[in-house]
């Protein structure tokens, strides 16, 4: 088996001391917590960082809380966790609907949504997850905490805006009050079971009195980061949904992205698919929203 | 007389004594994680190997740098091709008769190409030392499209060999009459051509290819661990190669965690681990990681192949297939001598044909070398996908259903033996009735009003059909060897005086079952209880000479050698026995476990009486030996030739072009079954990778040769979800000239699904997208393409 | 560095480098070399063993990540000289070839029955998804499962 390249180590005891280790070793330190992004790539000998700050004992981390108007989520919550939430289920299915897609449930049980975050994979799902869900992400830094929100979180392929010195400690998704109906939906085609998404589109959508209030659509796999499909949020908020605007959706989703060639598709399928997975996305989404409606 | 079998439960099931389904054996030891694979192994003092591997794909070695390695604490010795020259171990031959280099000397010729040995105190340091060696290449351009590597300008490969013009791995070979061809061509009703690839596949079994070799130069024995499929011809070969004595060489497989001839060639970590335990004389161990595996160990198929079908009267009377084969590198393809295309001629298929005209070429490429692996039985899973296809192909064409076309072109029943038209006989079959077996598990025609009801709802629905007749058990002496030794295998019996029993076997389990199977036939022979049978296998020291487990020839070939000499030891019996009742042999008649006198059956003598006798001192009959053990070599008239009807049912996703196999139906007829068990569980394997190979299994190249394939995240193999709940069907029809009748089945699978997946996907876009063919790997990205019309094949 | 881990109920103790992987920690105590490894990229589930009676990819585990927490390997399957059903069921079922899979793969169903006591056969498929077996075909693991469910169930009315 291929093995990592040697490598200092620490268990982090509180937040503050694992973000006082990274500033300590000025760009040379990474966090890791289920490591299943990170170990992979240390094996392979394309990431090598010189010292590793395992978190994994930061239960203070691990959590699915419901506030007035937020759910907010530990960095270090599992993938497994937030598959079989409850709270999550019922104001968020588009998170259970990819984790369930996400890896394998072995590798579920270990890796965390902030793992995945700031592994920054373009074909990550829960980067899209969190963008149509108009998510912010809460950073510490030693001089504090910034919020940011998902459009600036990405730079680019493996690429965050979580500096040397910073961790990725909360991710808030918006509840709205009363009246609103709330969907969402995750949909992935894969070559195979457990591999990551030829492409993928997450939809969250807030409907009153029949119409869409908001909107979010995001698409992974098919940029250089998550795709934010703001031109089909502006063609279906304030509007009725409709099967002929899903169709237009889809359309404009199919242009908007800009999907690579690789070994799981060319360009034109993945652009193709990418549409097809907006629109039967919006179909779900709008569909759990009407159900819930009042 | 029965004993439980130790460290299993449930006793209370009936344990057949003979063929039946008999719980496994060799389950004890690997259900409580306490098998003994190769990586299990440590020896006192034993280092680590790691090999250091070229990232170009065609590349000249300006120059090596170990000096920083060689630094590197723990890390005892650096090899490169420079030490191995002089041991004459730079380069090796293989089974093709080419010659592959260890180490990698003048040039790197394909992408992963072994360059350098380090040998230090743990893997990780080995590996360690990998990363600090400098090589400096010039790179060349790459060959990596097999049809372009005969092009005049294409870049010359091989320029290691005397007399080497071009990228030519192994001239045109044929079967067949052309011109008979020809003129059956001219005269049919319908032409049909294809342009058919089977891409290249990895077996890939779960554990990786590895060696401990242990030198001890003060008595000058090697011994080596090993999981390899043919212990005794690699004994052979390192003889030969390493210039050692041959019976100071001992190999011991112990477990092998999969082989599906991954572990049949010889590969340069075994010849670096053997060159470094001499020169050390302390054991090494060298185990290779998956993506090692993936990149350079031995290939599946890559057949590039042209296929003419041609039918006169609703008949199949013609088939014409030429091909180029893409062997890597270096030829490194396992065959018999005399067949350097394997069996691909058997392509003929299960046809009444009037002619056929087959011709294979085969070409270097900068790639890894291999070609027959991956339970192909020596090319015949390339052989049955090309005629599988073609037959499709034609029923397209005719707007027939391809179940009738097969029907009415069947051999007969009576036509067995059957000679085809490239030099087969095939010893027995019923194809009509396996077929309609098949179709009767399927219910093919509420399938069938199933399709039309949901194309008329837009959905899409194939049905795919694939029959097969294959032949295994290579081979009889007269036409066949490896390396110039006969495929022929040896079975040793013992019947200890308490009546217990061993068989010393040559073939090499990889999962098959052999220490169940093979103490079955013995009992069924003699009577006494499997689990009184001790199979002794993958220990060339203690084992008759043999070529192995592959081809499926476990079967056919060592489970015909058990037979034969349990039949000689029981004949020995009954001289014995005969002896002890005071009668004479012809007096006496059997039933399991013991000879009794005709008539009499009360007077008789159990077969471990008879064995105490025997190593007693009471008078033996005249002229014979005491105690009861038995030796023979088996050499197989022929091959054995199973058969099978498959269908397919796969719905595609209409927008994502997604593949799901719903149901696959394969009915096996295999001759004789010692295990049904055990047969089954080889066809679920089988078909498992068939589905693999047909919707996602690829190894595949960029332009500059660079290996896309390298790990389980792009090498893609089925897991549970995409495997249906596979039905399965038999007939029996038992091989004439096999001792049990048995034919084996190994292999089976492999052969006859890919084609009916392929044939239902098409079967599926056919009148909705007008697709009349498609290549593997039947990926998403593929299928869609196929339904725009813009099928490509694969890279 | 010099680390302690509890694999099945007894302390391992051994001086280790941060990047040991737990899977070559365990493997390299005496008696545990059931739990095997078949890839770079954690896909292929060889390597499943238990944390806290949850599977993980022991491969993709540093051994000091698994200190404070408990391992279970496949050793600990058989107590006092009796199989687990899950165990049984794979022998029972046929549900093995090579072998190689097989602890990833007994250890991984083993986890689900304790979470899930009467698992459907897609949820069974589901729970192994993160393994690969190359020779069996998976249906006959399937099956296996279900065995040992069906024993589990039969055996937990009679304690009744």
């Not at chain 1, 000998?45 to 699915?64: G, K, Q, V």
């Not at chain 2, 492999?750 to 063919?773: E, K, R, Y």
């Not at chain 3, 920690?25 to 545990?32: A, N």
Request: charged fraction near 25%.
């Amino acid at each position: 088996m291929q093995t990592p390249a040697p490598f200092g180590y620490e268990r982090a005891t509180s937040v503050d001391g694992a973000i006082a280790s990274l500033v300590a070793h000025d760009g040379d330190a990474r966090i890791i917590a289920g490591g299943h992004s990170l170990l992979p790539m240390m094996k392979l000998r394309l990431a090598n960082p010189e010292h590793l700050i395992d978190i994994n004992d930061l239960d203070e981390l691990s959590y699915i809380t419901e506030t007035a108007d937020q759910i907010r989520i530990g960095a270090l919550t599992r993938h497994v966790e937030l598959q079989h939430s409850e709270l999550l289920a019922r104001y968020y299915p588009v998170v259970g609907d990819a984790e369930a897609v996400i890896a394998d449930p072995v590798v579920r049980n270990r890796g965390t949504i902030g793992g995945s975050l700031c592994q920054a994979d373009a074909a990550e799902d829960l980067s899209a997850v969190c963008s149509a869900c108009h998510a912010q992400v809460v950073i510490r830094g030693a001089d504090g905490e910034r919020v940011v929100g998902m459009d600036e979180f990405h730079l680019g392929p493996y690429m965050t805006v979580v500096g040397d010195g910073e961790m990725l400690t909360e991710i808030r998704l918006p509840l709205r009050a009363g009246g609103s109906g709330m969907g969402s939906a995750h949909e992935k085609t894969e070559r195979r079971a457990g591999d990551w998404a030829i492409a993928a589109a997450s939809v969250a959508v807030w409907i009153d009195g029949g119409t869409v209030a908001d909107i979010g659509i995001a698409l992974s796999a098919v940029g250089p980061t998550t795709v934010h499909v703001s031109r089909a949020e502006e063609l279906l908020r304030g509007a009725t949904p409709s099967e002929e605007l899903f169709e237009q959706a889809r359309a404009i989703a199919s242009e908007d992205c800009a999907p690579t060639a690789d070994g799981r598709g060319p360009v034109d399928y993945k652009r193709h698919l990418a549409g097809v997975m907006t629109q039967r996305a919006l179909r779900r989404a709008t569909a759990r929203a009407l159900t819930q409606e009042a | 007389m029965a004993t439980t079998a130790p460290n299993l439960p449930s006793p209370e099931q009936e344990r057949p004594i003979g063929f039946g389904r008999l719980k496994r054996k060799e389950d004890a030891r690997f259900i409580r994680g306490q098998g003994t694979y190769l990586d299990d192994i440590r020896l006192p003092g034993m280092v680590h190997g790691a090999i250091l591997r070229s990232p170009y794909a065609h590349a000249r070695i300006v120059s090596i740098d170990t000096s920083e390695a060689l630094a590197l604490p723990g890390v005892a010795a650096v090899v490169t091709a420079k030490d191995l020259e002089t041991l004459g171990l730079a380069w090796m031959p293989t089974i093709s008769y080419d010659t592959q280099a260890v180490l990698a000397g003048d040039k790197v010729r394909f992408q992963g190409q072994e360059v350098a040995f380090v040998i230090a105190t743990d893997e990780y340091i080995a590996r360690d030392g990998c990363a600090l060696i400098d090589v400096e290449y010039e790179p060349l351009p790459a060959v990596v499209n097999a049809r372009k590597a005969l092009d005049p300008d294409a870049p010359l490969i091989r320029d290691d060999k005397d007399g080497q013009v071009d990228n030519l791995a192994s001239p045109t070979w044929e079967a067949g009459d052309e011109e008979a061809t020809d003129r059956v061509f001219a005269e049919a009703d319908v032409v049909v051509k294809r342009d058919i690839i089977y891409p290249r596949c990895h077996p890939a079994p779960l554990e990786t290819c590895g060696m401990i070799a242990d030198f001890n130069p003060k008595t000058g024995q090697l011994d080596i661990y090993n999981g390899n499929q043919a212990p005794n011809v690699h004994r052979t070969v390192y003889a030969h190669v390493a210039g050692l004595a041959e019976h100071m060489i001992r190999i011991r497989c112990n477990d092998i965690g999969g082989g599906f001839g991954n572990k049949v060639p010889v590969y340069p970590g075994y010849v670096c681990a053997i060159a470094g335990s001499i020169v050390a004389g302390v054991p090494v161990k060298w185990i290779e990681d998956r993506s090692e595996n993936l990149m350079s160990t031995g290939f599946a198929r890559d057949y590039i192949m042209h296929g003419e079908i041609c039918a006169k009267d609703g008949k199949i009377t013609g088939l014409r297939v030429d091909v180029i084969a893409d062997h890597g590198a270096f030829d490194s393809t396992a065959q018999p001598t005399k067949f350097p295309a394997g069996f691909f001629h058997i392509c003929c298929g299960s046809y009444d044909l009037e002619a056929a005209h087959v011709k294979v070429k085969a070409v270097y490429t900068n790639k890894a070398p291999g070609g027959v692996a991956y339970r192909c039985s020596f090319r015949i899973t390339e052989a049955v996908y090309l005629v599988e296809r073609m037959v499709h192909a034609l029923a397209l064409e005719t707007g027939e259903d391809e179940i009738d076309l097969r029907m009415r072109s069947f051999i007969r029943p009576e036509q067995f033996p059957y000679e085809t038209t490239t030099g087969w006989t095939f010893d027995s079959g019923n194809y009509a009735e396996t077929m309609k077996v098949a179709m009767e598990i399927a219910g093919y025609d509420e399938l069938r009003r199933e399709q039309a009801e949901k194309r008329a709802r837009g959905e899409l629905m194939g049905i795919g059909v694939s029959f097969f007749t294959e032949g295994v058990g290579a081979g009889p002496r007269k036409h066949m060897d490896i390396l110039g030794m006969s495929m022929n295998d040896g079975a040793d019996l013992r019947v200890h005086p308490s009546g217990k029993a061993m068989v010393s076997i040559s073939a090499q389990t990889q999962g098959q079952g052999h220490e169940t199977t093979f103490a079955q036939i013995v009992a069924e022979e003699l009577g006494i209880p499997p689990e009184d049978i001790q199979v002794r296998h993958g220990d060339t020291d203690r084992t008759p000479y043999g070529l192995g487990t592959y081809g499926s020839r476990s079967t056919p070939v060592s489970g015909a050698a058990v037979a034969v000499v349990s039949r000689k030891l029981r004949d020995k019996a009954r001289l014995i026995a005969a002896t002890m009742l005071e009668t004479r042999p012809e007096d006496l008649a059997w039933e399991k476990g013991r000879w009794f006198v005709k008539g009499d059956a009360e007077q008789g003598a159990l077969i471990e009486e008879i064995a105490a006798y025997a190593y007693s001192g009471a008078p033996m009959p005249e002229g014979l030996e005491g105690g009861l053990d038995s030796q023979v070599i088996y050499d197989p008239p022929n091959l054995t030739y199973p058969y099978g009807a498959y269908i397919a049912v796969v719905d595609i996703d209409p927008e994502t072009a997604q593949v799901t196999v719903r149901r696959f139906i394969a009915v096996d007829d295999c001759g004789v079954r010692i295990n049904p068990m055990i047969v089954d569980g080889q066809i679920h394997g089988g078909l498992a990778e068939g589905i693999g190979i047909a919707l996602m299994e690829l190894i595949s190249f960029d332009e500059e040769g660079n290996c896309l394939n390298s790990s389980f995240m792009d090498y893609l193999i089925p897991t549970a979800l995409e495997c249906p709940d596979f039905e399965l069907g038999e007939t029996v029809t038992p091989c004439p000239h096999h001792p049990l009748g048995a034919k084996g089945v190994g292999e089976s699978p492999n052969v006859g699904s890919p084609p009916a997946i392929v044939n239902a996907v098409i079967d599926a876009l056919h009148q909705t997208h007008g697709v009349d063919h498609i290549d593997m790997p039947c990926t998403p990205a593929r299928v869609w393409r196929a339904m725009q019309g813009n099928a490509e094949p694969p890279q | 560095m010099e680390i302690t881990i509890t694999i099945n109920g007894t302390e391992v103790s051994r001086d280790v480098e941060p990047r040991t992987l737990l899977i070559h920690f365990i493997r390299d105590t005496p008696g545990l070399t059931g739990t095997h490894w078949g890839c770079d990229t954690s896909n292929c589930g060889a390597c499943v063993v238990l944390m806290d009676g949850t599977p993980i990819k022991s491969c993709t585990t540093l051994a000091a990540m698994a200190v404070g927490h408990e391992i279970a390997t496949v050793e600990s399957l058989e107590v006092d000289g009796r199989l687990d059903p899950i165990q049984q069921g794979f022998h029972e079922l046929h549900a093995l070839h090579c072998g190689f899979c097989t602890p990833g793969m007994l250890m991984t169903t083993r986890a689900l029955l304790d979470e899930n006591p009467d698992p459907s056969d897609h949820e069974i498929r589901t729970a192994i998804s993160g393994a690969i077996c190359r020779c069996t075909g998976y249906k006959n693991i399937v099956a296996a499962v279900r065995w040992a469910a069906d024993h589990e169930a039969a055996t937990k009315q009679e304690a009744r």
